[in-house]
């Protein structure tokens, strides 16, 4: 018996049995979950309907984020799944899917918001954000003008900022892992950020 994505198993809206006037038909095949977990990258190729391929990872360690507000991406790492709306279950055996809460290394974005503002963050005394402007010595008129323009329009949300210090930042998955083979997604940020925050507060606050 494999897995079917009809309708005529199912008994009618009354309860009764509808008996099988036809087949399984391959169109109606489904596929058992990829269940794509954290660790070094395995993607396989599955051929598909119409000789297409879907790219069906089953382990995965990094993907590409983007920062929205800065309009930003880069190649992170990502550390942990921290959360899932729909099941603790996915969260407890690090399961990657759309929509999950993770967890992604904040180097690459640290280091981009460095050489891009001349700001270097870095942690402070009772874990907040310290932000302190990188010396010029050595850089061009031009360099130190731009920078300096940047500077003046730049604005950094303090939750986003107390992560960076962290080394740590929380993200979203956007994209399918079992689909397409890749985790993708975004920085949180502004309300969406503070909610989950409040999330993993009180599951830590329950925890203990």
């Known amino acids: 018996m494999g897995i079917s994505r009809d309708s005529r198993h199912k008994r009618r809206h009354t309860g009764g049995k509808r008996h099988p006037h036809m087949k399984k038909r391959k169109y109606e095949m489904g596929r058992q979950p990829a269940n794509t977990r954290l660790g070094d990258k395995r993607v396989r190729a599955v051929r598909c309907r119409g000789g297409n391929l879907k790219y069906r990872a089953l382990r995965l360690d990094s993907g590409n984020f983007s920062w929205g507000s800065e309009v930003c991406t880069r190649k992170a790492r990502v550390l942990d799944v921290v959360y899932n709306s729909t099941n603790n279950e996915l969260v407890r055996t690090k399961t990657l899917v759309k929509g999950c809460i993770v967890s992604v290394d904040a180097t690459p974005f640290r280091g981009w918001y460095e050489k891009h503002y001349g700001i270097e963050i ?83 606050s329950r925890k203990a």
């Open 122 to 204: 870095s942690k402070g005394k009772g874990g907040s954000a310290d932000q302190t402007p990188v010396s010029t010595e050595g850089k061009g008129q031009h360099a130190v003008k731009r920078l300096a323009a940047r500077q003046s329009k730049r604005k950094l949300e303090s939750a986003v900022a107390d992560q960076l210090a962290s080394g740590r930042l929380l993200a979203a998955v956007s994209s399918r892992p079992g689909q397409c083979g890749r985790v993708d997604g975004y920085i949180l940020e502004g309300p969406e950020l503070a909610f989950y925050a409040r999330k993993l507060a009180s599951k830590k």
